[in-house]
Every structure is written in structure tokens, then in C-alpha cells.
């Protein structure tokens, strides 16, 4: 692992910071915020901040910035990728394209029709068409491969019959990508198929999950005799389930995490620096060492991202690497939190942001909330230790 940029990786750095200086809106300069939230927004200033946002991009190709040139993409080496994404998170610069950029696309890319990237990538590039994953079911989350949506044959279409839930942004999204049972006799990771879904067909219902912290970014989607014309199927029939293990592949490095658990320990540093800060953090001197520890965890965290970037930039495929990294960013982004109320005391009971006791806008407390389903989400806790332990320590199963 070289840690340095050579020439070619700090030009493109300073590039990098340039657009990001010179054409993030301020909107997003003062507080951050959600393009996604955003280009479907009732303000026509948000509106606006995330068109401008996605032109400046897309006039790089950096929507796309790991999609081939051909395709829309900037064609960026791994290492670019990881600059771009590092400086972005920095900024706090909101990407653009959501899942339908980082996921569907490049899996259409490898197991799409030429009809199907000819109708769907230029719309996930040009942000007009909104995509959101539809896998996991209230009996399938991590045992994937038994889930039980049936789609059926009828002709030159698909009937789907069944439920999603932990649909994220489902309410903002135009088009699913939805893994279906199509053949309920074969072995479960046999009989599954890929399948491409308009959000507002007949049959089709979002309802909003609202977690703890009481924000609504899931949804539990319901398929009621819903049409899908053959020909939205990604890949061969019944073989649906490795299209969308190819999709599982893309991101890894997870450097957005690392610089943005920084970016909150930060925030703290500053916040209990101010008078403010001093008088609303009773544990701060018992938990010092804690803030410290945090820390160097997010040191920690950035060298199991830049392992796996170095990895994939010498032409490696991270296995393990990856699960290591995604563990401990989950538990870090729980100890972050954690430690954060611990330090504010009793002050961490405020929920609302606008109280005048709330204990630097009550961040960490609502972040607390958030993280406690950041060791299920995206594979447990409990699995990655698994697979660390088969395919990194090659200890035996079970």
C-alpha cells in the first residue's frame, strides 16, 4: 500500500476539489443534504441546487464516475474512484443517481439486453428515473435466497405476487429492481429471477416505515397481481439470483464512512469548545479517552478502506477484506454515537433538534437511534464474523 498520490492522482485530486469549490450549490456547502430528497422537493431552491449539482457532474461524467466511457461514465481507475469519493465525502458533496448509479446500472452494463441499457441508463445518468432495491421480505433478510415473491409466466409477461420490506427511499423512487421466485421446485438460489419493475404500475403499494428516531427513509412495498413485460427480466430465467449478487459487488471500499465518522468527531471536537458545548456535556471528562480511542478507529477504518482500494487497483478481488471493513465500520458507527451521549449526559434524552437544551442539534442522539440497524443492514454482524472466519481464517464451518 502506497498512501501517497503520484502525479497523475494528485492532479486529479486537485480537479476534484475544484469542481466541488467551484460548483456545489451553497445549499449544500452550508448544511449538506439529500439529492435524492431534493429533485423531487415542493422548493423550487432545492429543486434547482440538485439540477445544477447533477449538470456539474455529468459534464465530467462523474455521475457515473466507475461506469465505462461508452456508456456515460467517467471510466475512472479504482484509485480515481476512491479520490472522488473521499474528496465528495469531505465536502459533504451529495452524490447523484443513487442506487440506480452505484448498482443497477453497472449490473445492466454487465447482464443487460443492448435494449435495455439503451432505455435505462441514459435515464439513471440524466437523474430523470429514480431506482430502489426491492430484496429483502419480512421472512428473508439474510437467508436471501428464500424469499418467497412469486412471479409468474402468463404469456409475454411476468404476475407478481408478493412483499418487499426495508425498501430504502422507496417513496421517492420511480423504478424497482425486485428479485422474484419463478420457479418454486427448484433449489432456492436456482429458481429466482431479476426483474425490472415500474414503481407506479396497477397493483404496485409503498407504505413508509417509520424507524426509531422517527424519520421514514423505509418502506415495506406490496405486489398484487402487478404486469411486468418479459422483457424487463435482466439475465436468463431462474437465474436471477447471480444478476443480483453481481450487483452485491459494486462498492466495497466504503472510504465514505471512514471520513464521514471523522467529519462527526469533528463536529464534536468543535461543538465542546464552545460555551455552549461546555455546558451541555457533563461526561466530557470521563469519556475523553473515549473520544480519543474514536479517534484513532476512524484512522483504523480508512486503512481497511485504502487496503481494499490498493487491492482492487492492482486488478485483486477483496473478499473478506471487504466483510472486515464493513464490520467494523458498522460497530465504529455505533461507538461513535455512543460515546457522543455518554458525553452529553442526561442532555442526550432531548430528541428534538430545536429544543434549546438539545446538545449540538441532538446529531449524536438521533444518530444513536439510527445506528442500531447498521449492524443488521446490508449483511449482520453475525455473518461477516462467518465469512471472516471460513474465508479469511479458513476456519471450518459450523
Not at 220 to 239: A, H, I, K, Q, Y
Not at 241 to 256: A, C, H, K, P, Q
Not at 306 to 321: A, W
Not at 338 to 353: A, E
Amino acid at each position: 500500500m502506497d498512501w501517497s498520490d503520484n502525479n497523475k492522482q494528485a492532479n486529479f485530486r486537485s480537479e476534484v476539489r475544484t469542481v466541488i469549490e467551484d460548483r456545489l450549490p451553497e445549499r449544500y456547502k452550508e448544511s449538506g443534504g439529500s439529492w435524492e430528497h431534493d429533485r423531487r422537493s415542493e422548493s423550487a431552491e432545492a429543486r434547482t441546487a440538485a439540477a445544477e449539482w447533477s449538470n456539474a457532474l455529468a459534464e465530467r461524467g462523474w455521475v457515473a464516475p466507475h461506469w465505462p466511457k461508452e456508456y456515460g461514465g467517467a471510466g475512472l481507475s479504482p484509485m480515481e474512484q476512491f479520490i472522488f469519493k473521499q474528496e465528495m465525502s469531505l465536502a459533504a458533496a451529495p452524490s447523484v443517481g443513487g442506487q440506480g448509479v452505484s448498482q443497477l446500472g453497472p449490473t445492466l452494463i454487465v447482464h443487460g439486453t443492448d435494449e435495455q441499457k439503451a432505455e435505462h441508463l441514459p435515464k439513471i445518468l440524466s437523474g430523470e428515473v429514480d431506482w430502489r432495491q426491492g430484496y429483502s421480505e419480512p421472512g428473508s433478510g439474510s437467508d436471501l435466497a428464500s424469499l418467497q415473491t412469486r412471479a409468474i409466466r402468463d404469456g409475454d409477461e411476468y404476475v407478481i405476487n408478493g412483499q418487499k420490506i426495508w425498501t430504502s427511499l422507496a417513496h421517492f423512487a420511480d423504478w424497482l429492481y425486485v428479485l422474484c421466485r419463478t420457479d418454486p421446485d427448484a433449489p432456492k438460489h436456482r429458481g429466482i429471477s431479476f426483474l425490472l419493475v415500474d414503481k407506479h404500475a396497477p397493483g404496485v403499494t409503498v407504505r413508509p416505515l417509520i424507524d426509531m428516531s422517527g424519520r421514514h427513509h423505509f418502506n415495506e412495498t406490496f405486489f398484487e397481481d402487478v404486469r411486468v413485460p418479459s422483457t424487463n427480466r435482466v439475465g436468463e430465467e431462474n437465474r436471477g439470483w447471480y444478476v443480483g449478487m453481481t450487483l452485491l459487488d459494486f462498492e466495497r471500499s466504503n472510504i465514505t464512512g471512514a471520513v464521514a465518522s471523522r467529519r462527526t468527531l469533528d463536529k464534536l471536537r468543535n461543538f465542546l469548545q464552545t460555551d455552549e458545548g461546555q455546558s451541555r456535556s457533563p461526561g466530557y471528562e470521563p469519556n475523553r479517552r473515549q473520544i480519543a480511542d474514536r479517534y484513532i478507529e476512524t484512522d483504523v477504518m480508512y486503512n481497511f478502506s485504502f487496503r481494499i482500494i490498493s487491492m482492487q487497483d492492482n486488478g485483486l478481488i477483496p473478499n473478506y477484506e471487504a466483510s472486515v471493513s464493513k464490520l467494523f465500520n458498522s460497530e465504529m458507527s455505533q461507538r461513535i454515537a455512543l460515546t457522543g451521549t455518554r458525553v452529553f449526559g442526561l442532555y442526550s434524552n432531548i430528541h428534538d433538534s430545536k429544543s434549546r437544551w438539545a446538545a449540538m442539534g441532538s446529531d449524536l442522539t438521533i444518530s444513536y437511534l439510527l445506528s442500531v440497524s447498521s449492524t443488521i443492514a446490508a449483511g449482520t454482524s453475525e455473518i461477516q464474523r462467518n465469512i471472516i472466519a471460513t474465508r479469511g481464517l479458513g476456519l471450518p464451518r459450523g
